[in-house]
T-cell receptor
Framework: GAVVSQHPSWVICKSGTSVKIECRSLDFQATTMFWYRQFPKQSLMLMATSNEGSKATYEQGVEKDKFLINHASLTLSTLTVTSAHPEDSSFYIC??????????FGDGTRLSIL | GDSVTQMEGPVTLSEEAFLTINCTYTATGYPSLFWYVQYPGEGLQLLLKATKADDKGSNKGFEATYRKETTSFHLEKGSVQVSDSAVYFCALSGSSNTGKLIFGQGTTLQVKP
């Protein structure tokens, strides 16, 4: 079945640094990718929708300058958390779909900002 | 707007017990409905789906039927195993075809041997 790879799976870094998370669709061309944030024991909150070759559409309340999303190819989208602070610590999950398949999710990235 | 409501957890069952996790939705048009499962420390895996009224999705012994008259998509399994312990999310994708998923709050299932 479809596989979505997310990297890294865990990252710890100092406050003020920027962190890039990659999301790759391994066996299909993902026309749309989604980025979610999940707090402990809570549901997934959609942050943004990314279509290949165009600017991401951010959900209300999500800072586009804080969470930079790039979807440069049909198999890769990146989320960069700029100048990360402890309140940005969370579990970030990407998903990908094409015109036919439902969303397939990556295994998530646990981000811890010290 | 569209929304999904799941029964609160945690749900604790003994092995081989019958499982029901309730899910109801509010949506305009004709959404597609999904159940996803999340094991600890992992992303979500699609468990099953249904795209129109009266469809039954099934996988790995789990079933759910799209009931438009009651706006429900309850998840059932006849005999749970310890390995089924996870968080289960009900979700809908609206008829606008943006692909966006709206999730319920998730229900934690704990199965004891």
């Amino acid at each position: 079945g479809a596989v979505v790879s997310q990297h890294p799976s865990w990252v710890i870094c100092k406050s003020g640094t920027s962190v890039k998370i990659e999301c790759r669709s391994l066996d299909f061309q993902a026309t749309t990718m989604f980025w979610y944030r999940q707090f402990p024991k809570q549901s997934l909150m959609l942050m943004a929708t990314s279509n290949e070759g165009s600017k991401a559409t951010y959900e209300q309340g999500v800072e586009k300058d804080k969470f930079l999303i790039n979807h440069a190819s049909l198999t890769l989208s990146t989320l960069t958390v700029t100048s990360a602070h402890p309140e940005d610590s969370s579990f970030y999950i990407c998903s990908a779909r094409d015109a036919v398949q439902p969303q397939h999710f990556g295994d998530g990235t646990r981000l811890s900002i010290l | 707007g569209d929304s999904v409501t799941q029964m609160e957890g945690p749900v604790t069952l003994s092995e081989e017990a019958f499982l029901t996790i309730n899910c109801t939705y509010t949506a305009t048009g004709y959404p597609s409905l999904f159940w996803y499962v999340q094991y600890p420390g992992e992303g979500l895996q699609l468990l099953l789906k249904a795209t129109k009224a009266d469809d039954k999705g099934s996988n790995k012994g789990f079933e759910a039927t799209y009931r438009k008259e009651t706006t429900s998509f309850h998840l059932e399994k006849g005999s749970v195993q310890v390995s089924d312990s996870a968080v289960y999310f009900c979700a809908l994708s609206g008829s606008s075809n943006t692909g966006k998923l709206i999730f319920g709050q998730g229900t934690t299932l704990q199965v004891k041997p």
